[in-house]
Structures are given as C-alpha cells and as structure tokens.
C-alpha cells in the first residue's frame, strides 16, 4: 500500500519508478504543486469531497466530481464549493476522517505599549483517501472557512471559491493520500 501525506510532514509515492514519474522527489512538500499541475490533463477524473468526507457530484472550474463505484447514495447532499447541492454519496473505503481535534492557546502581543491577548482556536481534519479506481486520480477536499476564520494549513489551499478552500491531493491507483486541513479563529480577551 503506497502512502502520501499532504498538508503535514512529508509526500511521498513509495516505488522509485512512480517517484520519479511524478517528480515527488526531495523532502517535505517537493512535486506536489508539479503533480497537481499535471492532474489537469484529461486523463484526470476529480474526486470531490466536503467536511464530512461526503463524495460530492458538484462541478468546480468545469470540472465535475465522478461518483464511485460502491458509495451509497446520502439524501439531499450538501452544499459544494459551487453554491449549489449536489448529489452525495458515503464510501468510507474511499474516504474518511481519520482524526479531528480542536486546540486553543493564549497569544499575547505588544501593541502601542500594552500586551494584548488573545484566544487562538485551532480546528484540523486528517482526510484519509483512496483511489479506487484503475488510473490516477485527483482528490479534492471543499473545506468551508467560517467567517471570521482563517485557514492554518501548510501547504494552504490551492485555490478559494468563495469561503470554500480546495485542496488537491493526486493519488495513483490504490494509492492512500492523507491530507491535513486546519483553521484558525482568533478572540480578543477584554483588558
């Protein structure tokens, strides 16, 4: 099983061939925007997903999200990156959450002489996806910012629509990716 994580520590293919293949060589983040150039080629189908790991059928730059093979139907769909509902179906083999957690510390600055502080909140999901199909795929994952928040992610997205961000993680056949989105909301403490 080939795994890359995207949006945390390191990417990665696994197999020297496909490696040089599709340049992810070097450390930490090295290839992905090259790969994720190369995944608008025809040959690409996009797999798009919201917040809730949810396979959406919406449409994105002219792009429509495929649906898989084995995902059931989920009633109503949710609102994607276009605005509009969309058709939805769940197949936890293609993807899910594989940890969510929410973390705040206090930040305190000097501003005109006098330390402000704040609360700074931090949500991050861990999306674990699989390409089920037989040739390669693009995943990409609707993530909405809330108002009043701000995406924390390294890399950040590679594009926003709106306040929805897109992230793009390229998996080969039966390739896993792993991909890390988090935001951040700041809440001045009153003096």
């Known amino acids: 099983m080939m795994t890359k994580t995207v949006g945390s520590k390191w990417v990665g293919a696994g197999m020297l061939g496909l490696v040089s293949l599709f340049g992810l060589v070097g450390c930490r983040h090295s290839g992905v925007r090259e790969t994720v150039a190369m995944a608008t080629a025809p040959d690409f ?8 790991c949810l396979i959406l059928q919406d ?4 792009i429509v999200g495929v649906s898989v093979p084995q995902g ?25 959450l ?3 957690f929410t973390a705040d510390h206090v930040k305190g600055e000097l ?5 402000q502080r704040s609360v700074v909140v931090v949500k991050e999901k861990d999306y674990l996806m699989k390409n089920q199909f037989e040739r390669p795929v693009v995943f990409v994952v609707e993530q909405p910012v809330p108002e009043g928040w701000a995406i ?10 709106g306040n ?7 998996a080969l056949p039966g390739q896993m990716v792993r991909l890390r989105a988090g935001e951040q909301h700041t809440i001045a403490l009153a003096e």
């Open 164 to 170: 929805v961000a897109l992230f793009r993680a390229v």
């Open 59 to 62: 449409q994105v730059d002219g």
């Open 98 to 100: 594989d940890s969510q």
């Open 45 to 52: 189908q996009e797999i798009h997903v919201n917040q809730d």
């Open 72 to 96: 059931k139907p989920v009633g109503g769909g949710a609102p994607g990156a276009s605005g509009e509902r969309s058709v939805a179906q769940l197949d936890l083999s293609v993807c899910h």
């Open 152 to 161: 924390a992610s390294e890399p950040g997205p590679d594009k926003m629509l």
């Open 111 to 115: 501003v005109n002489g006098t330390v």
